[in-house]
């Protein structure tokens, strides 16, 4: 079945350290995106890619860091820059027009 | 870029009730837009959407919206609410090739009994 997949469900990172989520897509989509939800906040934009080895900053990339030598991936990496990292993030993907497609989300936790 | 604005990041309504969630959108060409719904701990699901053409869509789950170029608006609707309603409900407009998607705040949708 086509869809994006986004792993683990569930990530505990010590203070300090570099994580790193993984979004994969088979839906052949141009475009992918990552997203950051806190409580009563919405949705925020941390990058997005619209093709392979192109990316840019959304509205909250500080301490955050990307890459898309695939078109089907786009993992996000947390750094130890990041001072709050603890949120649910979500991945979608989407091309021409379209909706967004998402992935069922991470949510981080730091211990 | 494309952007939304949804009116209440809070609404309650009695079961039974008519749903009325509000999203108003500002561009200068009509885009195309969509209505999505999450639930707790999960990823955000594709409720309805205005591409071309008719401009009252159905959705699932007996949801509606009308696309109203003349009020910038793309309204959610329900005749009757269900418990199982109650989510976090997002207006977006459509991923492009040149652009981000933003996304607006949400309202989270509460039914009561």
């Known amino acids: 079945d086509g869809g994006i997949t986004q792993s683990p469900k569930y990530l505990f990172r010590k203070e300090g350290q570099n994580v790193t989520l993984s979004c994969e897509q088979n839906?052949?989509?141009?475009?992918m995106y990552w997203y950051r939800q806190d409580p009563g906040q919405g949705l925020r934009l941390i990058y997005y890619?619209?093709?392979?080895?192109?990316?840019q900053k959304g509205d909250i990339a500080e301490g955050y860091s990307v890459s898309r030598e695939k078109k089907e991936s786009f993992p996000l990496t947390v750094t130890s820059a990041q001072k709050n990292p603890t949120a649910f993030y979500l991945c979608?993907?989407?091309?021409?027009?379209?909706?967004?497609?998402f992935g069922q989300g991470t949510r981080l936790t730091v211990v | 870029a494309q952007s939304v604005t949804q009116l209440g990041s809070h609404v309650s309504v009695s079961e039974g009730a008519l749903v009325l969630l509000r999203c108003n959108y500002s561009?200068?060409?009509?885009?195309?837009l969509f209505w999505y719904v999450q639930y707790p701990n999960q990823g955000l699901q594709l409720l309805l959407k205005y591409t071309t053409g008719a401009t009252l869509v159905k959705g699932i789950n007996g949801f509606e919206a009308e696309f109203k170029k003349s009020e910038t608006s793309f309204h959610l609707t329900k005749p009757s609410a269900h418990m199982s309603d109650a989510a976090e409900y997002f207006c977006a407009p459509a991923c492009t090739s040149y652009d981000k998607v933003i996304f607006g705040p949400g309202t989270s949708l509460s039914v009561i009994p």
């Open positions: 890619s619209q093709i392979v080895n192109d990316f």
């Open positions: 839906l052949n989509h141009d475009a």
């Open positions: 561009s200068s060409v009509p885009p195309y």
């Open positions: 979608a993907s989407g091309t021409g027009n379209t909706e967004a497609f």
